[in-house]
């Protein structure tokens, strides 16, 4: 049984490899040849008869809008600023 305290941290054992003596480079995906791959897959497109152009919302007119030109001059005087400071 292994005690970090009486022991010390353990460290996995290294083993060599033979074949990569001098250094293997950099690891590759081991390649299985596909004669019948054709290429990253893309979804086909079909044309689309009844495509009307990019989605825009329908305007619908408002009887009731109107700009305000100048809405500071509704806006009553202001007497006083109150704070409520928390500590």
Known sequence: DWDDETDGAWETPLT??????VGCGP???PMVPNPAYKGQWMPRKIDN??????WKPRQVKNP???RETNAYSRLHAV???GLDLWS
């Open 64 to 66: 009731n809008y109107f």
């Open 27 to 29: 690891w590759k995906k």
């Open 49 to 54: 008869p009844d495509y009307r152009g990019e």
């Open 79 to 81: 007497d006083g600023i």
């Open 16 to 21: 060599p490899n033979p074949e990569c003596i």
